[in-house]
């Protein structure tokens, strides 16, 4: 099974050539990603009507050129994929239409597929993994806990009450005036800075339940900051990692307690799966490999290029639904919210 797959949820234009094999394996063909950094940079963060006049103009071409390097044509595809939500609308809309025109053109069948599902099925794409497994999803829109028993059975146990982890880590490069996107900043100054420097809260740890927040974080970063300013190089790389430091105890904090939830359910935990933006942050990999280990489970980590936003993902997901019969009609909206417990059933 070869399926197309169209990815315009926010700033990336991408797409992607997917093979699903008989028995379930999977394999890249081609994964073509147009990031937009530079027409944003100068504001701070997406500007959504620059995102998706962006997208109208590069869509057409990418799919050309991930076709190209996968060696086929609409005529070899098996499926269509595009994201319809969650996103940005002006975005969404240019994916989805795109995709029902390939699909409607080549008289391929289309699935319309959530973008938080993307991620979450990343892992059987590039490790093959069974189900059910542990998801912990931190992006720069969402941060959440999810048992994933099968294609669109997903339990929603913790999301954030306020900031998602990877908004907390850009709106604090922001504050230091690091730019943007400020999470890769922030992990590259804090790497050189002391964490123990500022004693930053860990809001939730210690509680039950699995709900993140970051807004309590983030200002007293913002508090910190202005107290002892001018900032110095010193002082930036010692606010960046204490920051940091406290993004991923919170972060471990929740994930333990997901982690024996999912052990009592089920009594073990074969697998825990981070997938995201954020998944791509070193610090957090290696404090969720320790968390794994410790309680006997495998952590699976994507490679870094399908931690942010691509098309693999999303012709993927479009390679599961079709495999278990799931189609589309080409009157599926675009969803700028769309919640992973909101999906159908297979």
């Known amino acids: 099974m070869r399926v197309l797959g169209i990815e315009t949820s926010c700033d990336e234009t991408a797409a992607a050539v997917v093979q699903r094999a008989d028995d379930g394996r999977g394999r890249i063909l081609s994964n073509v990603v147009l990031s937009q950094l530079a027409e944003h940079a100068p504001y701070g963060g997406v500007v959504p009507e620059i995102a998706a006049r962006a997208h109208v103009d590069m869509l057409d071409r990418l799919i050309a050129q991930a076709l190209e390097e996968a060696g086929c044509s609409f005529a070899d595809l098996d499926g269509v994929a595009a994201t319809a939500g969650p996103g940005l609308i002006g975005g969404l809309l240019v994916g989805l239409m795109t995709g029902k025109a390939v699909a409607a053109a080549a008289n391929k069948p289309f699935v319309a597929v959530n973008h938080l599902e993307g991620h979450a099925l990343t892992a059987r794409l590039t490790d093959n993994l069974d189900f059910p497994f ?41 504050m230091l005036g690091l730019g943007w996107p400020g999470g890769p900043a922030v992990e590259r100054l804090g790497a050189d800075g002391d964490p123990a420097r500022f004693a930053f809260p860990r809001p939730m740890t210690g509680r039950p339940g699995c709900d993140f927040s970051f807004s309590g974080l983030k200002t007293a970063v913002r508090l910190e900051a202005q107290r002892i300013a001018p900032l110095s190089d010193k002082d930036i790389a010692d606010i960046c990692a204490s920051f940091q430091a406290a993004a991923v105890d919170c972060i471990a904090d929740r994930v333990t307690q997901a982690l024996a939830r999912f052990a009592e359910a089920h009594g073990t935990v074969p697998a825990l799966v981070v997938a995201g933006g954020v ?18 489970a495998r952590l699976v980590a994507p490679p870094l290029k399908l931690c942010g936003d691509n098309a ?3 012709a993927w997901a479009g390679c599961e639904r079709l495999s278990l019969g799931i189609a589309d009609s080409l009157d599926a909206p675009a969803r700028a919210r769309w919640g992973l417990d909101e999906l159908d059933v297979a």
């Open 134 to 174: 542990l998801l912990l999803l931190v992006t720069g829109g969402h941060t959440q806990i999810v048992e994933v028993a099968a294609v669109g059975r997903y339990a929603r146990w913790g999301t954030t009450v306020d900031d998602a982890a990877g908004e907390a880590f850009d709106k604090v490069a922001k």
């Open 279 to 296: 998944a791509a942050n070193q610090a957090v990999r290696a404090r969720l490999d320790t968390l794994a280990k410790a309680h006997d």
């Open 312 to 314: 693999a993902m999303i």
